[in-house]
């Protein structure tokens, strides 16, 4: 069952049909009821056929998510369908119980004390309203938790500059657009985490994320599975400053913690792609400890041959 960390009306009486001070002074409250609207009963019935139905690990135990999808910064339509596929997601996979979440106070110790794992739904420009939830918030990955960040979850923490680093890199543009279909190359295709795309290189439609130089922490502490194929024109052109290297995908420890970030998810379709769930999906067990993974990072191993994308 979905628990929901707010509430916008009470049910008891006509007396009390009314939004509570707290919630009407927070801006968030119209933003999103501004820009969610109802997912229609044929894209619910495409995401639901597109999730994977088995695990690739069994759970070692049963498993819960704290999905935290509030953004002060730009909001991405695409939430409401990740957080509908997540559901779909735990419930058919039986990989995870997953709660949804949007204000901040769901980040204390006790709280958090609930969950193997916090999925970071394209949140944006994060902030925490007091000290002490971003302390929860980093002992819980450090100490053992999981992380797990979708498109803009590398939107996050401006002022918060202790967490900018458990995520990788934080956003510095989009020269690949969301009306773009652009080309992906698989670093590490025998990674256990890239078994959905079956060893080959990929073209997919989405927008993606170039890094902050300074804030990315590169292939030193990342264990890197999908890039943008630079060996393609069509990518290649459009690259502005930073690293020549565009990654995608990535795992790394955080302490005692496991984080799995993949920069797809900003289009709404994405969530209804079997390929790129199934993707999500062992990064999700491997945040959760269920799926071993090998997260060492890529500058200390032998380079393996990538695999590129087709042509186009």
């Excluded at 695990?55 to 953004?71: G, M, Q």
Aim: glycine fraction near 8%; charge should be negative.
């Amino acid at each position: 069952m979905v628990r929901c960390f707010y509430a916008l009306l009470f049910l008891c009486a006509p007396s009390c049909l009314m939004v509570s001070a707290q919630e009407s002074a927070d801006p968030w409250m119209a933003k999103k009821a501004e820009h969610f609207k109802p997912i229609a009963d044929s894209i619910r019935q495409q995401i639901a056929d597109a999730v994977p139905k088995e695990t690739a690990a069994k759970p070692k135990k049963e498993r819960r998510i704290l999905a935290f999808y509030r953004c002060e910064g730009f909001i991405h339509s695409s939430i409401p369908h990740g957080n509908l596929a997540m559901q779909e997601v735990g419930k058919q996979s039986g990989a995870f119980e997953i709660d949804l979440a949007d204000t901040y106070d769901v980040f204390t110790p006790e709280n958090l004390s609930k969950y193997d794992a916090i999925l970071l739904n394209n949140t944006t420009h994060m902030s925490f309203a007091k000290p002490s939830q971003m302390s929860a918030f980093m002992d819980f990955v450090t100490q053992g938790g999981g992380l797990i960040g979708f498109h803009a979850a590398s939107d996050n923490f401006g002022r918060h500059p202790e967490c900018l680093s458990l995520v990788g890199g934080i956003f510095n543009g989009h020269p690949w657009g969301a009306g773009g279909t652009w080309a992906f190359k698989l670093d590490d295709p025998d990674h256990i985490l890239n078994q959905a795309f079956k060893g080959n290189g990929f073209w997919h439609q989405d927008e993606i994320y170039q890094y902050k130089p300074e804030s990315y922490v590169g292939p030193e502490t990342l264990r890197i599975l999908v890039s943008l194929d630079m060996t393609k024109s069509e990518v290649s052109t459009r690259i502005n400053d930073g690293p020549r290297e565009v990654p995608v995908s990535w795992i790394r420890t955080a302490g005692d913690g496991r984080v799995f970030y993949t920069n797809l998810g900003h289009r709404e379709e994405t969530f209804r792609n079997p390929v790129v769930l199934k993707h999500m999906l062992d990064g999700i067990q491997y945040a959760l400890g269920d799926l071993d993974a090998d997260a060492t990072p890529t500058a200390k191993i032998a380079g393996g041959k990538a695999a590129l994308a087709p042509a186009k």
